[in-house]
């Protein structure tokens, strides 16, 4: 509803992962208290990941289809990590995201809070780093959170 993905660059991205037989779980990672990829900005399992999460989501240990979650992106994390599957860098060779939890113009805007306190965006990216302005964003950035439809349209034609 609110995430535009950008298919052709999905694959072309997942397409320099090599097999979908590999495990992948691609998308914007974050550090809370725990490493996970943003439900926000979207991720993706490569087939192979998606074959073991399926064998083991009946699992009492961090797989267990049961558990009921609003963040079911921290919850896939942690399933996935139990199953010794690990994040895949999605960032291009200069450090730039692919994957984004904001719009394009709050990305290319976005700046530290002056007060100097961090903020959750800074904390959840500080073991990494943030890029900041033009180049926050990979020209072959595959999604973007918080659009809204008359955003898209345009980004689309």
Known sequence: DDLFVMPQNLRE????????EDDHF??????SN??????GAGYALSRGTLRKFVEHIDDKHGCSAAAHTSMEDVMIAQCLTSLGIDF???????GRERFHPFAPGSHLTWNYPKDGNRDWYEEYNK???L???E???????VSWHYM??????????
Do not use: Q
């Open 13 to 20: 991205y997942l397409w320099t992962l090599g097999s979908a």
């Open 26 to 31: 691609v998308g914007r990672r974050f550090k």
């Open 34 to 39: 725990v490493y996970f990829n943003s439900g």
């Open 88 to 94: 895949t860098d999605t960032r291009d060779s200069r």
């Open 127 to 129: 073991e990494w780093g």
């Open 131 to 133: 890029k900041l302005g």
């Open 135 to 141: 180049e926050c964003c990979a020209p072959d950035s």
């Open 148 to 157: 809204k439809k008359p955003a898209m349209v345009r980004h689309i034609y």
